[in-house]
């Protein structure tokens, strides 16, 4: 069935390091939604790609959407203890996909003590 | 202020009982959801709901039910069938307009511990 694969499943860095998470499709998807969820906490949506090839930033966060839309990134720069939490990825199949995201397994970021 | 609502926050049930799980959301959303999270887990479908009086099996339906009696609220019963409850449990709801795919708004969760 339908699978979005994303990995890694930890990154532990420094402080201040960079951090990438990558999310791959079986299929095309319609979007690409990204999701923070803080330890102990729910998600929260953090932005959404839907255009072949799109690039977004927000502040540290970069977010791409790749060219056949089966695969994305997000990529953190300079990493900051507020970042600690985990990531996901998340897809619709087309617009006509009854609302149902497609998720990925989510990237833990662990900041080294 | 507008949101999504889930109570209890922690929930401890004696095996072989059934526990419901409120959600309650008041963003006038179409759809709702329920997924469950296991540690270190990503999102598992439950069910999910388009529009009151309708809902479909998610991939682990199996041991839930729910009910979509009013578009606010979407209650999950974890039933005695289901072999391993223990799990967090998240509700979410989102709509669509303009044919754009929104975001899901989640709630606050609620951790489910059978003891």
């Known amino acids: 069935g339908q699978q979005v694969m994303q990995i890694p499943q930890y990154q532990h860095v420094q402080e201040g390091e960079d951090f990438t998470t990558y999310c791959n499709s079986s299929t095309t998807l319609s979007n690409i939604q990204w999701y923070k969820q803080r330890p102990g906490g729910h998600p929260v949506f953090l932005i959404q790609l839907v255009k072949s090839g799109e690039v977004k930033k927000q502040k540290r966060l970069t977010f791409q959407f790749g060219e056949a839309k089966k695969n994305s990134s997000l990529h953190i720069t300079a990493t900051q203890t507020t970042d600690v939490g985990t990531y996901f990825c998340?897809?619709?199949?087309?617009?006509?996909?009854?609302?149902?995201?497609?998720w990925g397994a989510g990237t833990k970021l662990i900041i080294k003590p | 202020d507008g949101g999504i609502t889930q109570s209890p926050k922690y929930l401890f049930r004696k095996e072989g009982q059934n526990v419901t799980l409120s959600c309650e959301q008041n963003?006038?959303?179409?759809?709702m959801y329920w997924y469950r999270q296991d540690p270190g887990q990503g999102l598992r479908l439950i069910y999910y709901?388009?529009?009151?009086?309708?809902?479909q099996k998610g991939d682990i339906a199996e041991g839930y039910s729910v009910s979509r009696e009013k578009k606010e609220s979407f209650p999950l019963t974890v039933t005695s069938a289901q072999k391993n409850p223990t799990a967090f449990y998240l509700c979410?709801?989102?709509?669509?307009?303009?044919?754009?795919?929104?975001?899901?708004?989640f709630g606050p969760g609620t951790r489910l511990t059978v003891l």
């Open positions: 709901s388009q529009i009151v009086n309708d809902f």
């Open positions: 979410a709801s989102t709509t669509r307009s303009n044919r754009k795919l929104n975001e899901q708004f």
């Open positions: 963003l006038n959303h179409d759809a």
């Open positions: 998340a897809g619709h199949r087309t617009l006509d996909s009854n609302y149902q995201l497609i």
